[in-house]
């Protein structure tokens, strides 16, 4: 990957309906200390996010149409480029979707490496109703999804919902979304160093614990094991377990450890689209771990495959989904 100041960091804010998504933007616009540029997605055909977006002039684009969900996603990456090249560009990019949009497009968009090229994707914050978040949950599949991929969830409107349902939607989202940091807030009012420069797409890792979790449609688990990885064995695991089933890995996210590497490499993948990045200055121990989010995934199978890597032949792979 590019050194960070070669590349315009974007910062994609989800949550369903009515979480305060376009209230936390405007405070992150009025706080962070730093030039922004905004696009905003709508579901319906007029949109109005983009009035209600303070003190940007022309730096703000509004997507209507639920456009970020076609399969090419080329106005998505025209807005950013349009972004790119104003005449004052921006420092930072936020990207608000719609109360309805399932986040991987977008996030899948940005981790292409032609997008990465020239813009870096900093993280997924989500923002959830503490008071609405269980009522959601059950009417409202898309809002797991938007959990999922989270890599800060904003647990909002804090004061409205008490200190005992706040503790308990803390605990809900910290089983739909493993991989991220929970913050509470009030009015979307959380500091800026706890939503930018996240870097959750590269750099180092560490996992945050015991990940195992079991929710309505969803499910997590850890995979790990302390011998280094044949890598065309590993390949192999990678295209049958994950890249071949899209639509039920949602979200991978770890650290490997592969023969021949003495680096530690970490992995990351959104459905289809991943990213492996040697971390230099590091060493492996041989330790390799992963935290895989899915739709009702057999636990069982993926560690009795993960376990047995060291027992495959090492010929060609063969691959059966696409990178």
Request: hydrophobic share 40%; charged share 15%.
């Amino acid at each position: 990957m590019p050194p960070r100041h070669d590349r315009i960091p974007v910062t994609v804010i989800g949550g369903f309906l009515g979480s305060g998504k376009t209230t936390l933007l405007n405070h992150l616009i009025r706080t962070a200390d730093r030039t922004f540029g905004v696009i905003v997605n709508e579901f319906g055909d007029q949109g109005i996010d983009g009035a209600l977006i303070q003190n940007l002039d022309d730096n703000v684009t509004e997507l209507t149409g639920g456009c970020l969900y076609c399969t090419a996603r080329h106005d998505l990456v025209a807005a950013l480029v349009r972004l790119a090249t104003h005449t004052r560009p921006p420092n930072h990019i936020l990207v608000e979707l719609s109360g309805l949009a399932d986040p991987a497009p977008v996030l899948q968009t940005l981790l292409t490496p032609d997008v990465s090229a020239v813009f870096e994707l900093d993280g997924l914050i989500t923002v959830v109703d503490a008071r609405n978040l269980h009522h959601t949950l059950q009417h409202h599949p898309e809002a797991a999804l938007q959990l999922a991929y989270a890599n800060v969830t904003v647990i909002n409107k804090a004061d409205l919902a008490g200190p005992d349902l706040v503790r308990q939607t803390c605990r809900t989202a910290l089983q739909l979304a493993p991989l991220a940091r929970t913050v509470t807030g009030t009015h979307s009012r959380v500091h800026a160093g706890h939503l930018l420069n996240l870097r959750a797409f590269c750099g180092p890792w560490r996992p945050h614990g015991h990940t195992h979790a079991h929710t309505p449609g969803l499910t997590s688990f850890t995979l790990r094991t302390h011998r280094p990885l044949n890598t065309p064995v590993w390949e192999r695991f990678l295209h049958t377990y994950v890249l071949s089933r899209p639509g039920d890995v949602l979200r991978v996210k770890g650290f490997l450890a592969l023969h021949g590497i003495p680096e530690r490499v970490t992995f990351q993948a959104v459905r289809d689209v991943f990213t492996a990045d040697v971390m230099p200055g590091t060493r492996h121990d041989g330790t390799s771990h992963l935290v895989l989010i899915g739709r009702d995934l057999n636990a069982q199978e993926y560690r009795e495959a993960f376990h047995a890597l060291h027992r495959w032949p090492t010929g060609p792979t063969t691959p059966h989904g696409r990178a």
